[in-house]
């Protein structure tokens, strides 16, 4: 009985996660690969590395997704407009990302990203 109820504590846990943070990190494929089809993805490392976020409607402040002042390549895999800001709450324009874009950023904007706005020019 003990152990149980344990497992069940656990699978709780484990089904709150998804509810709290926007993005998931994927743990099977790796790369750009874990990018979903129909979502905006950023990664910590060049060439699709590192941990992951990915958005439908972007993110205001994105250490909660735990990607802040990390972002170093991205993937539109939607069909709209991503602008990647370097402030928090949409403020400070960096660069926007169109529909299928998949690079490294720049030197200029390597590591600077703290919010994702979701349409063109959208940081303030
Ligand atoms: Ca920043």
Redesign the pocket.
Known sequence: MQHRISRLVLLTVAAAVPLVTAAAPAEAATGYARCPSGYFCVFADANGGGTIAYFHHGSPDLRQQGI??TVSSVWDRSAGTFALC??YGYAGNLVDVFSGAKSNLDAGENN???SVAPNAHGCN
């Open positions: 802040d002042n370097d402030r600077r990203a703290s």
